[in-house]
C-alpha cells in the first residue's frame, strides 16, 4: 500500500468501525477453537488481531504473524508478540505447520494469489484451516484500491475456485458486510464518476465516536447474524478451508 495509506491504517487499525467489526468476525470464528492450536496471521500489521487472540487466552508462544512493512513489524514487536517477521506472503518460509492460517484483507495485494495460496497450504498441520476476507466485485473498483495497490477484486465464486485448485476442501463461503454494500456501490460509482474522492487515505479515515460506534454495532450484529444466515452479496467475500 501507498505511505500515507499505510500510516493512517496504523492511526486507525485499532478503534476503526471497519477493522473493529472484522476482527471482531475472526474471533466468533476461532472463539472455541483450542488455545493451543497454532496461529498464523498472514498482513498482521502492527499485531492487533494477535493481540486479541492472545487475550482470548491463546498462547503468544503459539502466535505468528509476517507483513512485508518493516513499520508493521516494529510496532507488532513493541506489543510484546514474539515471533513476527517481514515476509512475503507469496513465499513465507517459517519452519513451523499450523492449525489455523488467517488472511483478511491480503490476498488481493499479491500479485502471483495461486502461488500465495499454495504456499499457504503447504504450512498448514493436516486438517489445519485457513480462514481469508478479500475484498469482493470488481464493480466496486475505485481510488480507495488503487491506494491499497489492490491487483483485483473476487467474487465468491472465483474465490472459491482458487481454493479449491489449490487443494482446499471448502467448507465455509459467503459475504461480509452486507448492510453496507448499498451505500458502499453507491458512494464509489459517484467517486468514479466525478472524482470526489482521491484522498490518500483512500475509504478509511477518522469518523466522528457517535458515527463509529454506530456502524461497529450494525456490523458486529452483521456478524451474529452471519452464525445463522448466509448473504447474497457484501463488500468482501470469503472462505473457510480445510487441507485434507
Known sequence: MEEKYELKYHDTEQDHWWFRSRRNCILNLLRNAPRDSKILDIGCSSGVLLNDLRRLGFSVDNLYGIDISPRSIENAKKTGLIHVEVMDAQEITLNEKFDFIIA????????????????????LSPGGRVLIFVPA??????????????????????????????????TRSGFWNFFLFIPV?????????????????????????????????????????????RFPFGVSTFCIAEKS
Request: glycine share 4%.
Open 104 to 123: 483478511s484483507d491480503c490476498l488481493e495485494h499479491l500479485k502471483d494469489d495461486e502461488k500465495a495460496l499454495r504456499n499457504w497450504y503447504n504450512l
Open 137 to 170: 466485485f470488481m464493480s466496486l473498483w475505485s481510488h480507495h484500491d488503487v491506494v491499497n495497490m489492490h491487483f483485483r477484486r473476487y467474487t465468491r465464486g472465483e474465490l472459491q475456485h482458487k481454493m479449491q485448485q489449490t487443494g482446499f476442501a471448502v
Open 185 to 229: 456501490y453507491t458512494m464509489r460509482k459517484i467517486n468514479n464518476i466525478f472524482g470526489f474522492s482521491r484522498k490518500p487515505s483512500g475509504d478509511i479515515s477518522e469518523l466522528p465516536k457517535p458515527v463509529n460506534s454506530f456502524l461497529t454495532a450494525l456490523v458486529n450484529f452483521e456478524n451474529f447474524l452471519l452464525t445463522k444466515v
